[in-house]
């Protein structure tokens, strides 16, 4: 079956850590994102990615770092200069111009 | 700077009976728009679109009306049922020249309640 895997479902990070978040789809699609939700706001991108070993920031990207080094994984690392990194994140990917396939996302939590 | 906007957080509506879900945009450039259905704890699921060629599009029970000169859109659900109950968001999309991919823009979410 063709998607999108995010992994873990939920994170727990303490102050001041790193942490990636994994997004892996087997749908060969070229695009990828990733996106933030909080209550309130919706959905926000965070960078993207249109092909492979190129990505680009998004509205939000500051205390965010991505890699497309394979065309099926797009990895998130949350650093430590994210200021309020405790939210759900969303990964997506797109193959036609229109319409993303999203995966079940990753719940942060900083503790 | 919210250029998709969902004014309304919430709506609660009767089973049977029927849900309006709005929402504004205010870049003329944009001309693809979708709707997509959010459960707790997963990734939003894909419902319906509508191309700004047309005015209306129609999926069962879902509906979605296109008003160009007043920026507007909305989701019609007739009849209303409580499984359709989750967070929609509604989102818009630019032309995508070449092969750069049109990324969506997203609204902050209508959050819709149906009571049995």
């Known amino acids: 079956d063709g998607g999108i895997t995010q992994s873990p479902k939920y994170l727990f990070r303490k102050e001041g850590q790193n942490v990636t978040l994994s997004c892996e789809q087997n749908?060969?699609?070229?695009?990828m994102y990733w996106y933030r939700q909080d209550p309130g706001q919706g959905l926000r991108l965070i960078y993207y990615s249109q092909i492979v070993n190129d990505f680009q920031k998004g509205d939000i990207a500051e205390g965010y770092s991505v890699s497309r080094e394979k065309k099926e994984s797009f990895p998130l690392t949350v650093t430590s200069a994210q200021k309020n990194p405790t939210a759900f994140y969303l990964c997506?990917?797109?193959?036609?111009?229109?319409?993303?396939?999203f995966g079940s996302g990753t719940r942060l939590t900083v503790v | 700077d919210q250029q998709v906007k969902q004014n309304s957080p919430s709506l609660s509506v009767q089973e049977g009976r029927i849900s309006i879900l709005n929402c504004d945009y205010t870049n003329s450039m944009f001309d693809y728009f979708l709707w997509y259905k959010k459960y707790p704890a997963e990734g939003p699921t894909f419902l319906i679109s509508i191309s700004s060629i047309k005015d209306k599009n129609e999926d069962g029970r879902f509906t979605v009306f296109l008003n160009k000169s007043a920026k507007h859109l909305s989701l019609h659900i007739v009849p209303s049922q409580p499984g359709d109950s989750a967070v929609y968001f509604c989102?818009?999309?630019?032309?995508?020249?070449?092969?750069?991919?049109?990324?969506?823009?997203f609204g902050q979410g209508t959050i819709l309640t149906v009571h049995p």
């Open positions: 997506a990917s797109q193959d036609s111009l229109y319409g993303y396939t």
């Open positions: 749908l060969n699609h070229d695009a």
């Open positions: 989102a818009a999309s630019m032309p995508a020249g070449g092969t750069s991919y049109g990324k969506l823009t």
